[in-house]
């Protein structure tokens, strides 16, 4: 029954886990887009998003780390066993990258707070790919373990999952781009 508690936690780990990954590079590009805007804007925005980040990292990202390592624990020491299996090794080793990612954006975070960070949204958009494709491969090792197919199936769904990420960068640069335009057409208007 313990193994099933622990499982249940692992997930509920995970979700929150990703959703504070995801959120917080989201709010990295409305921080580095701040700091495009004219002052008094740039300082009173910069501010809400450093609090912002830092509460979310904190207090929801790095839980939710702990939350699914820890039940992870639980399940191996549940089930030593699994620890043979071919499958959790090649997990493990996705797993390290999400780890280095997540710590690596709490470095992110320290460095925008003090101005050392020079990338532009656009960079922290494409960053925010990252995390959806390892989610994905450590999702379908976990459930199909030594099963995984690489047949076309899988690479149709890779390739799908890719595709999507693309295609919404591509549009986020369409809408980007536009917004320009009429901003610039507005400011010859009121010139
Ligand atoms: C320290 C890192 C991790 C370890 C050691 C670990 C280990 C495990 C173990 C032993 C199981 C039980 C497998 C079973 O009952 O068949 C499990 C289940 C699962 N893990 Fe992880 N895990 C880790 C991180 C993650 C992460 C980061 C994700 C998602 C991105 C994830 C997704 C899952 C899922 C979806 C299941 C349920 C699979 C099922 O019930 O068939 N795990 N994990």
Redesign the pocket.
């Known amino acids: 029954m313990a ?1 099933y508690w622990f ?1 249940a936690f ?2 509920i780990g ?1 979700v929150v ?2 959703a504070g990954l995801f959120y917080l590079v989201r709010l990295f590009v409305y921080h580095a887009e701040a700091q495009e805007k004219p002052e008094p804007a740039q300082s009173i925005l910069k501010k809400q998003y450093e609090l912002m980040e830092k509460r979310l990292y904190n207090i929801i990202t790095t839980p939710g780390m702990v939350v ?2 820890a039940m ?2 639980g ?2 020491s549940t ?1 030593p066993e ?1 620890l043979k299996s071919g499958w ?1 090794h090649i ?2 080793l ?2 390290a990258l ?1 780890l280095i990612y997540h710590f690596w954006c709490g470095r992110i975070m320290k460095q925008l707070e003090k101005g050392e960070n020079n990338w532009n949204g656009q960079k922290f958009r494409a960053l925010n790919e990252a995390p959806t494709l ?2 994905v491969v ?2 379908l090792l ?2 199909f ?1 030594n099963n995984l197919p690489l047949d076309i199936t899988t690479w149709l769904i890779v390739g799908l999952v890719v595709f999507m990420a693309a295609s919404i960068q591509y549009y986020a640069k369409i809408r980007r781009q536009n917004e320009e335009k009429l901003n610039q057409s507005e400011n010859l208007v009121n010139s």
Do not use: D, P, R
């Open positions: 193994y499982k692992h997930i995970i886990w990703f699914t390592v992870a624990i399940l191996i089930e699994i959790l997990k493990l996705f797993v999400l390892l989610l450590i999702v976990a459930i373990k």
